[in-house]
C-alpha cells in the first residue's frame, strides 16, 4: 500500500511560467515532509523541506505548501527555468516514504 | 554544504560474488544514515536506517542477511550486497543526517549483476 502517492508522472511548462507538483499522502503521524529533484543517473538533490508545525516554507524559487487536513504537499517553482528540468520527488516521515516522482519539463 | 560522497558510482559485478558500497559524509558526522533502492521509473524504496554503533534497522521485506548495512564511525556506512544476483541490479543511494531535519543524499551506486 502506497502511502505517497505523486499522481501526475509529468508536467511540461514554459519557461518563466509557475510549475506546480502535488503530493498526497496518507499517514497523518508524519511530521516532516520534503522535496528533491533528481537528474538521470545521479543522485537526489535535497531542495526544500517543511515540518508539520509549518504550511508553507519559502526558498528563493522553490515554495513549499502543506495541507494537513488535506494531506496534501505541493511544491510551486516561480519562475520556472529550464534547467529546473528533472524528476521531481516528494518524500514524508522521518525516516522518509518517497512518491513515484513527477518529471517536470520547462520549455525554452 | 554539508557533503556525502558514495563510492563506487558504479560496478559490475559477477553472480555470486558480494559487492561494498561505501557512504561517507565529509564535513559532517552522520548520527542516521539510510540506504535506500531505486528501480527503473520508480521511487525510492528505503532499505534500511543505521545508526553510529548499533545495528541497522531493516524495512520489512528487505533481506539483512543479504543487504548487510555497518556503520561503524560517524562518518562512514557501508552496505555489502552478499552473493549478489542479477534481481540486486539497482541504483542504490545513501543518504546521512547530522540529527534534526537535515539530510544530504550521496550520488548512487548503479549495480550490475552479471
Known amino acids: 500500500d502506497q502511502q505517497v502517492k505523486q499522481n501526475s508522472p509529468s508536467l511540461s511548462v514554459q519557461e518563466g511560467r509557475i510549475s506546480i507538483l502535488n503530493c498526497d499522502y496518507t499517514?497523518?503521524?508524519?511530521?516532516?515532509f520534503l522535496w528533491y529533484k533528481k537528474y538521470p543517473a545521479e543522485g537526489p538533490t535535497f531542495l526544500i523541506s517543511?515540518?508539520?508545525?509549518?504550511d508553507k516554507n519559502e526558498d528563493g524559487r522553490f515554495t513549499v505548501f502543506l495541507n494537513k487536513s488535506a494531506k496534501h504537499l505541493s511544491l510551486h517553482i516561480v519562475p520556472s527555468q529550464p534547467g529546473d528540468s528533472a524528476v521531481y520527488f516528494c518524500?514524508?516521515?522521518?525516516?522518509?516514504?518517497f512518491g513515484t516522482g513527477t518529471s517536470l519539463t520547462v520549455i525554452p | 554544504g554539508a557533503v556525502v560522497s558514495q563510492h563506487p558510482s558504479r560496478v559490475i559485478c559477477k553472480s555470486g560474488t558480494s559487492v561494498k558500497i561505501e557512504c561517507r559524509s565529509l564535513d559532517f558526522q552522520a548520527t542516521t544514515m539510510f540506504w535506500y533502492r531505486q528501480f527503473p521509473k520508480q521511487s525510492l524504496m528505503l532499505m534500511a536506517t543505521s545508526n553510529e554503533g548499533s545495528k541497522a534497522t531493516y524495512e520489512q521485506g528487505v533481506e539483512k542477511d543479504k543487504f548487510l548495512i555497518n556503520h561503524a564511525s560517524l562518518t562512514l556506512s557501508t552496505l555489502t550486497v552478499t552473493s549478489a544476483h542479477p534481481e540486486d541490479s539497482s541504483f542504490y543511494i545513501c543518504?546521512?543526517?547530522?540529527?534534526?531535519?537535515?539530510?544530504?543524499f550521496g550520488s548512487g551506486t548503479r549495480l550490475t549483476v552479471v
Open positions: 517543511i515540518s508539520s508545525i509549518k
Open positions: 518524500g514524508c516521515g522521518n525516516q522518509f516514504y
Open positions: 499517514n497523518s503521524m508524519f511530521d516532516y
Open positions: 543518504s546521512a543526517s547530522q540529527g534534526g531535519y537535515g539530510y544530504t
